[in-house]
């Protein structure tokens, strides 16, 4: 049976538990409040600030307008206010500052030094002249070109978060771009590699060896943001099929990493056909790849030699169809031309994006 010491210690525990409880909820409220504030000062600072650099005469226009508001302000309060003589030239300076620029700052620093020093405070050459006069003009000085500074890290801040968002926007826009592509691909692959299988484990093979060869492509893209080179496109293929049985020649060049995704898997398609019919199903097969580029067009062209003659049509089963339309889809043609030596593909595709 529980002691009444039990159930007091069993109250503190839990007034304790819900006093932690409050303070973190306070917690989390105030942080969301900080952020929130964060967040329209950002929002504020973006729609008002200028996000470039202001042009000389609209700096200059900005620094004479503000200086000429402090000053007539000045002017009023000057029945009033004795001493202070820089007293509205502070936010005038903020002001200028952040609309017009530093040079505007500057500006009204300068002329407010100048006009405020011989409107309110006793010249150099007055008796009346001391140490306080002294420190007053330096204080201001100070205190402008703090803000000045201040101002143009804020304004240096701003450019910075301009370029990163209009690059995080092009990124964006661009994995939008690229995710879609794939999904599309990925969904061709399925229904390429279901048409040419009779089995359901022939179609596991078939969509796993080809969502194999795109994964390798997507990983080489992915670490590159340029992409995978033809020369890094085929100098993989040698490394998987020997590179005493494949050669290859032409400049190197970096495609859209689109048209890269579609390359590769019409050569993985091309080198999967030279296995299995062609003539890497033969000791003696050779592959060679060449190409050139004119305007931007790479114009590639596979030549097999060395395997079984090639009697009639080339193979065009429908992982080759598929892939034609798809590449073609993409900007590119496939075309096959069967030769009694061996199977020659011609393709043809942009190095840069159409779109």
């Not at 968002?165 to 690229?178: F, I, Q, Y």
């Not at 030549?303 to 089963?317: C, D, F």
Request: proline letters at 4%.
């Amino acid at each position: 049976m529980p002691r009444r010491g039990d159930f007091r210690i069993g109250g503190e525990v839990l007034d304790r538990a819900m006093t932690v409880g409050k303070h973190k909820r306070m917690g989390s409220r105030d942080a969301g409040i900080a952020m929130q504030l964060n967040a329209e000062l950002q929002k504020f600072a973006l729609a008002y600030l200028p996000r470039a650099r202001v042009p000389l005469a609209r700096s200059t226009a900005m620094g004479l307008a503000a200086f000429a508001v402090a000053l007539l302000l000045r002017l009023g309060l000057a029945p009033w206010i004795r001493g202070l003589a820089f007293l509205t030239f502070y936010p005038a300076i903020l002001i200028a500052s952040l609309f017009g620029g530093s040079w505007a700052g500057i500006l009204v620093l300068g002329l407010g030094v100048a006009v405020g020093s011989s409107l309110w405070l006793e010249p150099i050459t007055s008796p009346e002249w001391g140490v306080g006069t002294l420190v007053a003009v330096l204080a201001f000085l100070t205190f402008g070109c703090l803000m000045i500074a201040a101002v143009s890290l804020t304004h240096a801040l701003l450019f910075a978060l301009r370029d990163a968002e209009e690059r995080a926007s092009l990124v964006a826009d661009e994995m939008r771009h690229r995710i879609t592509n794939l999904f599309q691909l990925v969904q061709s692959i399925a229904r390429l590699s279901a048409k040419s299988s009779d089995t359901t484990d022939e179609f596991m093979h078939n969509f796993t060896e080809r969502l194999k060869a795109l994964s390798e492509v997507q990983s080489g893209t992915a670490v590159n943001p340029r992409g995978i080179s033809l020369h890094g496109l085929l100098e993989a293929m040698a490394a998987t099929y020997g590179s005493d049985r494949l050669s290859y020649r032409g400049p190197d060049a970096s495609p859209h990493p689109d048209t890269t995704l579609m390359l590769g898997l019409v050569l993985h398609e091309l080198a999967t056909n030279a296995t299995k019919y062609g003539a890497w199903s033969a000791s003696e097969g050779r592959v060679h790849v060449s190409w050139d580029i004119q305007d931007d067009v790479v114009r590639m062209r596979w030549q097999e030699s060395g395997g079984p003659i090639v009697l009639g049509k080339a193979r065009n089963g429908a992982g080759t169809r598929l892939l034609d339309s798809a590449f073609r889809s993409a900007g590119g043609s496939v075309s096959w031309l069967p030769q009694p030596e061996g199977l020659i593909v011609e393709i043809a595709f942009r190095l840069t994006d159409r779109g």
